[in-house]
């Protein structure tokens, strides 16, 4: 007995504290894994049974030991089971039984949909939108989140409600829903007949049928929110998942008088095993395995359907008014877009269209969208374009046809600090040459600190034009910089004109000296890190600087100069190589 306790006791001890040591164990032997596993188990009823042992009145030493071993697994049974009986109570008093309509349930009046395991902000999404198209629907309050604490008035409960109402067009601009298009994967009618980018195409449609209506003769309102005791009907959509020990979802709809006339459930929940005993949990993440645990063991109950999709099953259980998914509206929401940016009356409500064309493009345009995105950016009418604009380019493929467009966006009064400084990130992607023509938008921004602050990457297209005018905007920018305070739009500017200076080459050699006193000023207002320490000693190498003058701070040693040195040297290289290769393709 003795020897096994201190066997299964180092076993136990290196498997709890190392659980990822059995996870070794089943990968390269099975058999290690499987005695690691079962090493603190067997150790606590090894343990139970030596001490049981030493109090029972037996002298036979293997009677003894059988006997206790025997108490000892009705100690593990008894300890489980207040802890397992609770958890059964709880698991039993959840349960409910399904009710389903005998026929599609009609929606009318005030609906509230209460979501209890979502959080943030209760946006009118495609659920909501789908609800307030039902001829006789009110309006639909969207209620997330869960009580909690009652006793103190507390609760974290956030609800909006929102209604549908009849407009003019040159009523001022509502709201706008979130997502309506993702009802195409959630209600089965829908989806069954589409596959592939037909999908794409139906969820785009119906968010530009929205667009149409919302801009033209209707208008999303938000008014006084329903309680659950006032409402027509109340829709409780439920996912609530702990893994590995919870997974619970669950739709119901009530009518006014709290009559369930739907719900469909699964529910699956780990409860303490009859038994004591250590588990083992692996958890896997992006297909490889992030970490392992022991835990007290479990059993899992379910009940319901696995495959269940509240929402799914909810929208199947009600009458809808199915969205138009014709991909002729992406068409129409085009040309509508375009008519009102030739109009110079055309109301805010039109011109809104504008932004929600841009919002359906999403890194997916072709050559022919881009004539009529360069007039929405570049129209001052159309405000607030920041999430529009947000996925409509890559840099990786950004037109040139936006240079124009984009800069005169960033010299608009009203553009945020933000968006300019996106702008300008792409504008600083294009071929090397494409601002040797400037505009005076391109100009301005060059010229003006209140502009390039914000738009601190565009500077990098003053390689485009002559080395002299080119250094004369460059030092005044530089100039500039080491006088702001915000790090944040410091370095944005200094970005931008190293960039400048390493395109330029030994055009820029000029700048050298000021490089130089600016990188070993304590501290230095052109950098904070060892990268851009880096990256500054080889913008100097690439104006010709010899290695011998690069900078270096007092105190680095001779080892960690070289090892900077043949860093820098490798990276120019490649530079290089990577100009010679674009100029022969």
């Known amino acids: 007995m003795k020897y096994a306790l201190i066997i299964t006791g180092l076993l136990a001890g290196l498997a709890m504290a190392a659980p990822m040591s059995v996870v070794f164990g089943y990968l390269f032997?099975?058999?290690?894994?499987?005695?690691?596993?079962?090493?603190?188990?067997?150790?606590?009823?090894?343990?139970?049974?030596?001490?049981?042992?030493r109090v029972l009145p037996i002298t036979s030493v293997v009677a003894s030991t059988v006997v206790a071993f025997g108490l000892a697994l009705l100690l593990g049974w008894a300890v489980m089971q207040p802890f397992r009986t609770a958890a059964l109570r709880d698991y039993h008093a959840q349960q409910a039984p399904d009710v389903s309509p005998d026929a599609l349930i009609h929606l009318d009046g005030d609906v509230r949909v209460e979501i209890p395991d979502r959080r943030g902000d209760p946006e009118c999404d495609y659920l909501c939108t789908v609800l307030l198209d039902s001829a006789d629907v009110n309006s639909v309050t969207v209620a997330i989140g869960q009580d909690v604490q009652p006793a103190r008035n507390r609760n974290t409960v956030q609800t909006n409600a929102y209604k549908l109402v009849d407009a003019d067009p040159t009523d001022p601009v509502g709201l706008f829903p979130s997502n309506p298009g993702q009802l195409i994967h959630e209600y089965p009618p829908l989806i069954k007949t589409r596959t592939g980018r037909n999908i794409i195409v139906a969820r785009k449609a119906i968010e530009a049928d929205w667009a149409l209506r919302l801009c033209g003769n209707e208008r999303l309102h938000r008014v006084n929110p329903v309680e659950a005791e006032s409402a027509d009907?109340?829709?409780?959509?439920?996912?609530?998942?702990?893994?590995?020990?919870?997974?619970?979802?669950?739709?119901?709809?009530?009518?006014?008088?709290?009559?369930?006339?739907?719900?469909?459930?699964?529910?699956?929940?780990?409860?303490?095993?009859?038994?004591?005993?250590?588990?083992?949990?692996?958890?896997?993440?992006?297909?490889?395995?992030?970490?392992?645990?022991?835990?007290i063991g479990r059993q899992t109950l379910t009940t319901g359907p696995i495959s269940l999709r509240p929402e799914t099953e909810l929208l199947s259980a009600i009458g809808l008014s199915?969205?138009?998914?014709?991909?002729?509206?992406?068409?129409?929401?085009?040309?509508?877009?375009?008519?009102?940016?030739?109009?110079?009356?055309?109301?805010?409500?039109?011109?809104?269209?504008?932004?929600?064309?841009?919002?359906?493009?999403f890194f997916n345009t072709v050559a022919t969208d881009h004539a009529l995105i360069a007039r929405i950016v570049a129209d001052d009418r159309v405000t607030d374009i920041d999430d529009s604009i947000r996925d409509v380019f890559s840099e990786k493929k950004f037109p040139v046809a936006m240079r124009d467009a984009y800069a005169k966006r960033i010299v608009m009064e009203h553009t945020s600090a933000d968006l300019r400084h996106r702008l300008a990130k792409f504008l600083a992607t294009l071929p090397p040459g494409t601002f040797a023509q400037p505009t005076l938008e391109h100009r301005k921004i060059w010229n003006t600190p209140e502009l390039y602050c914000h738009?601190?990457?565009?500077?990098?297209?003053?390689?485009?034009?002559?080395?002299?005018?080119?250094?004369?905007?460059?030092?005044?920018?530089?100039?500039?910089?080491v006088t702001l305070d915000d790090y944040r739009q410091r370095r944005g500017?200094?970005?931008?004109?190293?960039?400048?200076?390493?395109?330029?080459?030994?055009?820029?050699?000029?700048?050298?000296?000021?490089?130089?006193?600016?990188?070993?000023?304590?501290?230095?207002?052109?950098?904070?890190?060892?990268?851009e320490a880096d990256q500054w000693r080889f913008a100097l190498a690439r104006m010709g600087v010899p290695e011998s003058d690069m900078p270096f701070f007092p105190g680095q040693s001779d080892q960690s100069i070289k090892r900077i040195r043949s860093r820098v040297a490798d990276r120019l290289k490649r530079y290089e190589d990577d100009q010679v290769g674009r100029s022969e393709s």
Not at 494 to 501: C, F, K, S, T, Y
């Open 29 to 53: 032997l099975i058999i290690p894994g499987l005695v690691l596993t079962a090493a603190p188990t067997v150790f606590v009823y090894l343990a139970a049974t030596a001490l049981i042992r």
């Open 233 to 295: 009907w109340v829709i409780r959509v439920q996912e609530k998942r702990r893994y590995p020990t919870l997974d619970l979802r669950e739709v119901t709809v009530a009518d006014s008088n709290g009559t369930v006339r739907l719900r469909k459930r699964f529910h699956k929940q780990s409860v303490p095993a009859p038994m004591f005993y250590f588990g083992f949990h692996v958890s896997c993440g992006a297909g490889t395995i992030s970490s392992a645990s022991f835990h």
């Open 322 to 361: 199915l969205p138009r998914t014709d991909p002729q509206l992406l068409d129409t929401l085009r040309e509508e877009v375009a008519q009102a940016l030739d109009d110079p009356d055309a109301p805010q409500a039109r011109l809104e269209l504008s932004k929600r064309y841009l919002g359906l493009l």
């Open 455 to 481: 738009a601190g990457p565009f500077m990098a297209t003053l390689a485009d034009l002559d080395p002299a005018v080119a250094m004369q905007m460059l030092n005044s920018a530089l100039d500039h910089a």
């Open 493 to 531: 500017l200094v970005d931008g004109i190293r960039e400048a200076l390493v395109r330029m080459g030994p055009d820029g050699v000029a700048a050298a000296p000021k490089i130089r006193k600016l990188f070993l000023r304590r501290p230095s207002p052109i950098m904070r890190t060892s990268k």
